[in-house]
């Protein structure tokens, strides 16, 4: 199992040192919350702090958009240093074309969905595409409850493609990890519960066995 620790969960006033603690204990993506106040409640940040924050680690940046127009900042978090780009399948854009702008800068394209949206919708979109993210909780907030019914949506996408790369975000934990380590899922994301261990080297450790 692979893991991309949320900088959401992090100390902002910190973020560099954050970013440099969780590269050094194999953290092996870093994931980016990027929320508008619109497609999602909350707001968070932008691409500078992308941009500046890729200067203190080599991990990968795994930039998840919770925005309604992602197709207008592709460019953006592509200069700003994302080595992958997800958006949601429920944003306002052209998917394909989204998903086009995004590989037109040799990074990976990622596609998510929210709870409510089935599995089915995402698979005619499995060749065209790096990464799926299935969503654990509702987009917006990080420390919310896992939720375990989604985690069958991971066994569809595998049926229909061996070689995307399938993450879940939301509510992953010390617990839920048993839970997800039955189902297809090759990278989890876990914001709170790495950020707020008592020992981010264990907690790691323990999603990553
Ligand atoms: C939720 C975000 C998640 C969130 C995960 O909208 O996409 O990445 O930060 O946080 P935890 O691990 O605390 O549930
Ligand atoms: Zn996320």
Do not use: W
């Given at each position: 199992m692979?893991?991309?620790?949320?900088?959401?969960?992090?100390?902002?006033?910190?973020?560099?040192?954050?970013i440099?603690?969780?590269?050094?204990?194999?953290?092996?993506?870093?994931?980016?919350?990027?929320?508008?106040?619109n497609?999602?409640?909350?707001?968070?940040?932008?691409?500078?702090?992308?941009?500046?924050?890729?200067?203190?680690?080599?991990?990968?940046?795994?930039?998840?958009?919770?925005?309604?127009?992602?197709?207008?900042?592709?460019?953006?978090?592509?200069?700003?240093?994302?080595?992958?780009?997800?958006?949601?399948?429920?944003?306002?854009?052209?998917?394909?074309?989204?998903?086009?702008?995004?590989?037109?800068?040799?990074?990976?394209?990622?596609?998510?969905?929210?709870?409510?949206?089935?599995?089915?919708?995402?698979?005619?979109?499995?060749?065209?595409?790096?990464?799926?993210?299935?969503?654990?909780?509702?987009p917006?907030?990080?420390g919310?409850?896992f939720?375990?019914n989604?985690?069958?949506?991971?066994?569809?996408?595998?049926?229909?493609?061996?070689?995307?790369?399938?993450?879940?975000?939301?509510?992953?934990?010390?617990?839920?990890?048993?839970?997800?380590?039955?189902?297809?899922?090759?990278?989890?994301?876990?914001?709170?519960?790495?950020?707020?261990?008592?020992?981010?080297?264990?907690?790691?450790?323990?999603?990553?066995?």
């Amino acid at each position: 199992m692979k893991i991309s620790p949320s900088m959401l969960a992090c100390d902002f006033s910190q973020m560099g040192n954050e970013i440099k603690k969780i590269s050094s204990l194999g953290a092996d993506y870093i994931h980016m919350d990027i929320m508008d106040g619109n497609f999602v409640p909350n707001i968070s940040f932008g691409p500078d702090v992308v941009k500046t924050l890729k200067k203190f680690s080599n991990v990968p940046f795994d930039v998840h958009l919770m925005i309604d127009r992602p197709d207008k900042y592709i460019k953006q978090f592509a200069e700003a240093g994302a080595n992958i780009i997800t958006f949601h399948l429920e944003s306002n854009c052209n998917i394909l074309e989204t998903i086009k702008l995004i590989k037109n800068y040799k990074i990976k394209a990622g596609l998510s969905i929210k709870p409510n949206t089935p599995a089915k919708k995402i698979i005619p979109y499995l060749n065209d595409i790096d990464l799926t993210l299935v969503m654990t909780v509702e987009p917006g907030f990080g420390g919310q409850k896992f939720m375990e019914n989604q985690l069958e949506k991971t066994k569809a996408i595998r049926k229909h493609s061996k070689n995307v790369l399938i993450e879940i975000d939301g509510g992953v934990n010390g617990e839920t990890i048993k839970k997800i380590k039955k189902y297809p899922v090759d990278i989890c994301v876990a914001g709170t519960y790495i950020f707020k261990a008592p020992d981010i080297k264990e907690a790691i450790n323990l999603i990553k066995l």
